[in-house]
């Protein structure tokens, strides 16, 4: 067995355990988060959860918005979704045809092919008055399963060495050329479980409440 299936089974068999679960945000984070952006938790409307994995990272803020969905290619997080209450939705096609007061994209940017791409189908996905609440995690170091030398097709310009300069300049982007405008924002600590050798694995995350750019 190589290593990258192996890492793979790993994972599969740690998600069926309930084991390496993440943590980034708690249901009041959530709140005063959507607040300071003037938005609020209104109670009603959709959240959906793009690249949710089991759903532990989102299911807490989930619960401000009457309706939750989700995408994700994993088969057996699916399962664990569908079981957690979320509506799955195609994983090409989610953005379209139906739009959200909440679109999730909780450190997936970093891990998935096409981030600029994933942007564009969320601007399509945001209800009137709606947001994009994201997560990344700083320093920028994108990282795909899928692809042979595990580099994505579109990179994010980010620019800068420290935590503070790749915040600006992300943010300068998504306003200049992805066309959100930031609205709140906070550092936390990205929590995994740990295993034999650490009790827990953490890194910075900086999360994000954008708003689309009128046009």
Known sequence: MTGSLAE??????????????????SEAQARALLQRANVGSRGFGAVVDVGAGDGEVS??????????YATEISSCMRKS???KGYTLLDTEDWWRGQQFECVCMLNLLDRCTKPRSM??????AI???????LALVLPYKPYV????????????????????DQL????????????????????????CEGDFSQAYYWLDDSVYVFKPIAI
């Open 119 to 124: 942007l564009r189908q969320a601007k399509y």
């Open 145 to 164: 399963e899928v692809t042979a030398d595990h580099k994505p097709e579109e990179r994010l310009p980010i620019d800068g060495v420290t935590f503070e």
């Open 8 to 25: 793979k089974v790993l994972y599969v068999v740690d998600r069926w355990l309930g084991r390496g679960s993440m943590f980034v945000l």
């Open 59 to 68: 299911r807490r803020l989930a619960r401000l918005y009457e309706n939750k």
């Open 127 to 133: 209800a009137p008055g709606g947001v994009l609440l």
């Open 81 to 83: 979704l569908a079981g």
């Open 168 to 191: 600006s300049s992300f943010a300068r982007w998504m306003r200049t050329e992805a066309g959100f405008e930031l609205c709140a924002w906070s550092r936390v600590p990205y929590l």
